[in-house]
């Protein structure tokens, strides 16, 4: 048995169908796609849905843009640190291990929405003015990471 030996089984492979060659092929003038349409011409575009309204035309246009590089603070607000003692140092990582927050993300950000009682040092990101204000009110200070 040689190379030259092998060949397909019997009727398992076919001649190329030469369609559009000659009225004596059986394949001449419309070449087997029947008379008249679109599917007579050239090609259907892959997102034809029959007339139906493409779903590229259905769908809402996203408009506006997404920054690249927003940064993505875990928020706290004031009324928060109320559960710490007097004289605390409050870091993200004590907010974190005292599931205050879920996780860091890009840092701590403190909002001074509800009322503090306490004074404590707050070691954090970014603190908006009036969390600021309220901590350095009560003798507190604020220390921006």
């Given at each position: 048995m040689n190379l030259s030996d092998l060949k397909p089984n019997e009727?398992?492979?076919h001649?190329?169908?030469r369609i559009g060659r000659g009225?004596?092929?059986?394949?001449?003038?419309?070449a087997g796609r029947g008379t008249k349409?679109?599917?007579?011409?050239?090609?259907?575009p892959a997102t034809f849905e029959g007339g139906q309204t493409p779903l590229h035309r259905r769908l809402p246009q996203k408009r506006g843009?997404?920054?690249?590089?927003?940064?993505?603070f875990a928020i706290v607000n004031i009324s928060a640190l109320e559960r710490f003692d007097a004289g605390t140092e409050v870091t993200p990582e004590l907010l974190l291990d005292t599931r205050v927050v879920g996780a860091l993300k890009d840092g701590v950000k403190i909002l001074?929405?509800?009322?503090?009682?306490k004074k404590l040092i707050v070691k954090a990101h970014h603190f908006s003015k009036?969390?600021?204000?309220k901590i350095t009110a009560l003798g507190g200070t604020f220390e921006t990471i």
């Open positions: 009727g398992s492979t001649r190329r169908k009225i004596g092929s059986g394949w001449g003038k419309t349409g679109m599917k007579s011409r050239d090609t259907v843009f997404t920054p690249l590089f927003k940064k993505n001074g929405n509800g009322e503090l009682t009036s969390a600021a204000e």
